[in-house]
């Protein structure tokens, strides 16, 4: 089991910019065992996926509505996982979560197949 704490959230104009940070402990989430994911949720929504960096190749998938503005990217030496925001709209409003999957069945892209989840981080866009 791999410990995850989000970090870096608040509050920007639309337009702007942010990153938020996943310090990962208990394990090394660049070995070959995880595959890490942001996820988000938006009140009253379900919690939906954002962006993944798969374990063997390095993938990186987006979700539709954020990709060409996100990018995912993982620090091994310091064990954390990354999300670079950039043209933030105000429907990227959320709770942003990094997520660890061990798990080989399933997919990247639904949340009920990660096994840790971090606290999450608040993303506030004001337009």
């Known amino acids: 089991q791999v410990r995850l704490v989000e970090s870096g959230g608040g509050l920007v104009q639309a337009g702007g910019s942010l990153r938020v940070s996943c310090a990962a402990s208990?394990?090394?989430?660049?070995?070959?065992?995880?595959?890490m994911g942001w996820f988000r949720q938006a009140p009253g929504k379900d919690r939906a996926f954002v962006a993944a960096?798969?374990?063997?190749?390095?993938?990186?998938y987006y979700a539709d509505s954020v990709q060409g503005r996100f990018t995912i990217s993982r620090d091994n030496a310091k064990n954390t996982l990354y999300l670079q925001m950039n043209s933030l709209k105000s429907e990227d409003t959320a709770v942003y979560y990094c997520?660890?999957?061990?798990?080989?069945?399933?997919?990247?892209?639904?949340?009920?197949?990660?096994?840790?989840w971090g606290q999450g981080t608040q993303v506030t866009v004001s337009s």
């Open positions: 208990g394990d090394t989430i660049s070995n070959l065992r995880y595959t």
């Open positions: 960096i798969l374990r063997a190749s390095g993938t990186k």
């Open positions: 997520a660890a999957r061990r798990r080989t069945t399933g997919n990247h892209y639904s949340a009920v197949y990660y096994d840790d």
